[in-house]
């Protein structure tokens, strides 16, 4: 067990977490550290809890049993270090509103109530924006963008929440190779300047390229650790049961013929 | 056949009639359409009154049957050209129909009986006196005639392509495979219930109609998971609510399709408080279970994993973050099911509990 | 129309008329666009249908027929049918659509019963329950207009005040929550509104039709413009434009219901919109598909 001072340095920690929908457990018991500066991945087959895990960090979901820490207290007490990428599915893009608002957005929690954004959070939208390549884009009503460019609007609008620990939930579904690189680059520019990343991830293949740390989970935690101790064959086959049949023989090299585990899955 | 009789007998075809169709049309998420169609055919049957010089069945049901339709193509073509959302979609098109419609009675028809209070909530009541006169022979009550005749129609659709209306509710993708039209199947059904929707207009009204299609179908809903029960169910409590709405509103003096309305409310009410497979009692009883037995595997689960000795009723709530009078009902429970046991303050696992662990471990893998 | 206009001004029934619909059509517009936005337009509806049994029931405990009294019955009885709407949808297997179906359909039967059981009881004061169904402008009087003008007005303020709020909480109510925001809190704020733009609109357009008049102007609106406060300020001159028209055309000729002429002048908006608004409009698209057409047999095969 963590002594509380070890606990207070660490950006996130779950102790026995369960949470259930309709009495039937998506986490089941999980207990899970997650250190300071890192890149790291959830990943797990469908209907593991990936995603859940993440949004009862964020007190986004009830929880059955156990705690959430950001930093040693709850999250209601730091809500202002964290920052969340939601599923870009999960809004209706043909709402009337444009990219830089989007991103303000992000601002809303600091400015507290009815007080409306200003020339202050306007610029500091636009400083982001600029940083994911989106700046030109500051204008467009927000169905106009392709769905990468949607992805790097959300990516803004994170951090635009200037938060030390971002959540991101799956920032490279559906979207083109140089979004992805973009996104990436990003992350890791995050990563320099001391920032922990949580990240819901889909490809297998790409986890040893851009993570450092990588959490396998499926309703528990099978593995959770630096990439190159725990993303090991063995711990996959445990994570995905028998459905996972084109195992890589490479795992940890990046470079290895690693099949996305989504199309596998199912 | 006296008047309570022919009042009865309308009252039972329009809730079978309404009944037999409301049973797709709630499996198949379409309610606001029905709303929608029975607001709609207004200016249907008032351009029907105007063709015909005056009220004709065969003109009024032709009338609303194409307005009906006219209504489904407006929505679904409001909505395919992404402007506007389906919910708003139907909010756009039946309003203005019925405007119209309303607009056109009171514009040309205001002297005649035709007018908008009767087509919201029509009056059964005078259903006797509303007779079928063909070449001077009086066939008895239009009313009841063409709601019986509408049921025997509904009926022998349903019998006569219950396979294909089966699968293409419950799967559009395998009935396209097979070669049954959804999309014919779904302009059928919107024919029938257009039709339906004129014939037990003037009996119960618009909005009332959506009531008797909607209602008893949502009540059966709630009570089987068989399509066919499920017909028979939905048109057994439109019936029951005709009938008992029919002597209530006698009773005490009111409208009587209004009576059926709220009959069959409160049929749909009893059903959702009380079925026994999907009623809230039930649903609650069931998961207030389910979460014990869920809260005592949770428990055997964490106090293997903590493979530490023993832990204190103290540190066992702190870390599952329970209360400790939850926590001591479920220590009760495990302790009953000598997975736990409980010396002095400290909770442990017994051998059983150990075998129960492994047991919860295993079932969890693979998910799903 | 120079006359219209002076009456409009002069006339104490045409002004209060004006007044009154003109409020409902602004208060109508800005609270339906959060409605059709959270994908909530038939809400509305449901409420609306709703109102009935409310307004009755108020008559029949207090005897009065003031606004304000069968407002609150409305309101009350609204908010009694958004729960049961919620609880069905969450808690049964009923379809959130059919769930409306019933609610709105059981309401109002119940309110035609309460209808009736008044009128039968012979109350002298009844008269005029039943213009809640269509409307009657006419029938609108100042102190009528004020209370609209209170209600709506401080309805409007909520919005205002709440505009960043109630914004992030029709886009991405996830993320609202995940920054604080009481999501569930300002979920019941909104729907409280929406059930005053309802009930402010009853005695005008009616319960049968208002919902079209949260709709109506909003998807009009939505058409002219990507900004969400262009379209609250568009939607609510939409609605208001409509609201006067109508009732105008309804007190001006004889024996036309208000709710229905209301209605279909928010019908010509909406159409209008749809087809002829920049960008959005469909008959650009038209257009630009049959130029491209064009362009593509002009080129040539390939």
């Not at chain 2, 309404?18 to 008032?46: E, N, T, Y």
Request: proline letters at 4%.
């Amino acid at each position: 067990m963590d002594s509380e001072e070890a606990l207070d340095r660490l950006p996130v920690a779950v102790r026995d977490l369960t949470v259930a929908y309709r009495d039937t457990p998506v986490l089941w018991d999980v207990d899970v550290s997650m250190p300071e500066g890192k890149m790291i991945a959830i990943v797990g087959p469908n209907g593991a809890g990936k995603s859940t895990l993440i949004k009862s960090i964020l007190n986004l979901v009830p929880l059955t049993s156990g705690n959430v820490t950001i930093y040693g207290k709850t999250y209601k007490a730091q809500r202002s270090m964290v920052g969340y990428v939601p599923q870009r599915g999960s809004v209706d893009w043909d709402f009337p509103t444009t990219t830089l608002d989007v991103v303000q957005m992000g601002m809303y929690g600091k400015l507290g109530w009815i007080r409306r954004p200003g020339k202050r959070e306007r610029d500091v939208a636009l400083e982001c924006l600029e940083k994911v390549g989106m700046a030109s884009y500051a204008n467009r009503q927000i169905s106009q963008l392709s769905g990468g460019q949607q992805q790097r609007v959300f990516l803004a609008r994170a951090l635009a929440q200037d938060a030390q620990i971002y959540f991101m939930d799956e920032p490279f579904a559906g979207v083109d190779a140089t979004t992805e690189r973009a996104i990436v680059d990003i992350m890791r520019e995050l990563r320099e300047s001391g920032k922990t990343l949580v990240v819901v991830h889909h490809n297998l293949e790409t986890v040893p390229e851009y993570f450092d740390w990588v959490i396998l989970l499926n309703v528990r935690v099978i593995a959770s650790g630096p990439v190159e101790e725990v993303f090991t064959r063995e711990a996959i086959q445990k994570a995905y049961g028998g459905r996972m049949t084109f195992l890589p023989d490479s795992v940890g090299e990046p470079s290895g013929p690693l099949r996305r585990a989504e199309s596998l899955g199912d | 056949m006296n008047a309570e009789q022919t009042i009865l007998l309308t009252g039972v075809f329009a809730a079978s009639s309404c009944a037999l169709v409301g049973s797709f049309l709630v499996l198949r998420k379409m309610a606001m359409m029905a709303d929608a169609i029975s607001h709609a055919i207004l200016p249907g049957l008032v351009l029907a009154y105007f063709l015909a010089n005056g009220p004709n069945l065969v003109f009024g049901v032709l009338g609303a049957s194409l307005a009906g339709l006219t209504t489904v193509f407006l929505v679904e073509g409001l909505q395919r050209t992404g402007r506007v959302k389906s919910d708003a979609a139907i909010g756009i098109v039946f309003p203005a129909l019925f405007a119209l419609g309303t607009f056109m009675i009171s514009r040309y028809f205001a002297n005649v009986h035709l007018d908008a209070d009767a087509v919201l909530f029509g009056e059964i009541a005078f259903a006797p006196f509303d007779r079928l006169i063909v070449a001077g022979v009086d066939y008895g009550s239009q009313p009841m005639i063409v709601l019986g005749a509408i049921t025997v129609l509904n009926l022998a659709l349903i019998l006569f392509f219950y396979k294909e209306l089966k699968v293409a509710t419950f799967d559009p993708g395998l009935a396209a495979a097979i070669g049954f039209s959804p999309v014919m199947l779904h302009y059928g059904l919107m024919t029938a219930v257009s039709m339906t929707t004129v014939g037990a207009f003037s009996a119960v009204g618009a909005i009332l109609v959506v009531a008797l299609m909607i209602v008893p179908a949502a009540t059966a809903y709630l009570l089987t998971d068989r399509l066919a029960l499920m017909i028979g169910l939905s048109v057994g409590s439109g019936v029951v609510s005709a009938v008992s709405g029919y002597y209530l509103a006698v009773l005490i003096d009111v409208s009587i399709s209004g009576m059926m309305t709220v009959t069959a409310g409160a049929l749909f009410g009893l059903a959702a408080l009380f079925s026994p497979s999907h009623g809230l009692v039930a649903r609650a009883i069931r998961r207030s279970k389910l979460r014990e037995r869920f809260a005592a595997d949770l428990l055997v689960m964490h106090l293997s994993h903590h493979r530490t000795a023993a832990e204190t009723f103290d540190s066992l709530a702190a870390e599952l973050n329970w209360s400790p009078s939850w926590l001591e009902r479920v220590v009760n429970r495990s302790t009953q099911e000598d997975t736990i046991q409980v010396e002095s303050e400290a909770v442990r696992l017994t051998d059983n509990g150990r075998l129960a662990a492994d047991r919860i471990a295993a079932s969890l893998e693979p998910a799903r | 129309m120079l006359d219209l206009l002076h009456d409009v001004i002069f006339d104490y029934t045409l002004r209060n008329v004006a007044l009154g619909s003109a409020l409902l059509g602004i208060v109508g517009g800005v609270l339906g666009s959060f409605a059709v936005l959270r994908r909530q337009g038939l809400l509305g509806d449901a409420l609306a249908h709703t109102a009935l049994p409310g307004i009755c029931l108020a008559f029949m405990l207090t005897g009065l027929r003031t606004p304000l009294v069968l407002m609150a019955g409305a309101a009350i009885t609204g908010w009694i049918g958004t729960l049961i709407i919620i609880k069905v949808v969450q808690d049964t297997r009923i379809s959130e659509d059919s769930a409306l179906g019933i609610v709105l359909s059981v309401f109002f039967g119940i309110g035609i019963v309460l209808l009736t059981y008044i009128q039968q009881s012979n109350n002298a004061n009844q008269a005029g329950l039943d213009r809640y169904l269509f409307g009657q402008a006419a029938t609108l009087v100042q102190s009528h207009v004020i209370t609209m003008a209170v209600l709506g007005g401080a309805a409007l303020l909520c919005v205002a005040l709440l505009f960043k709020e109630f914004k992030l909480l029709s886009f991405d109510p996830e993320f609202a929550a995940s920054i604080g925001f009481p999501v569930g809190k300002l979920n019941v704020l909104l729907t409280s509104l929406i059930v005053i733009a309802v009930v402010i609109g009853l005695q005008t357009v009616g319960v049968v039709l208002m919902a079209a008049m949260l709709v109506g102007p909003a998807a009009a609106a939505r058409q002219w413009t990507n900004r969400l406060s262009v379209m609250l300020g568009l939607a609510a001159l939409f609605g208001a434009a409509a609201g006067v028209s109508g009732a105008m055309i309804s007190v001006t000729a004889s024996r036309l219901p208000t709710g229905p002429m209301v209605i279909l002048c928010m019908t010509a908006i909406v159409i209008v919109s749809l087809l002829f608004a920049p960008e959005r409009g469909l008959v650009w698209d038209a257009v630009r598909q049959r130029s491209s057409r064009r362009r593509i047999l002009q080129g040539g095969p390939g």
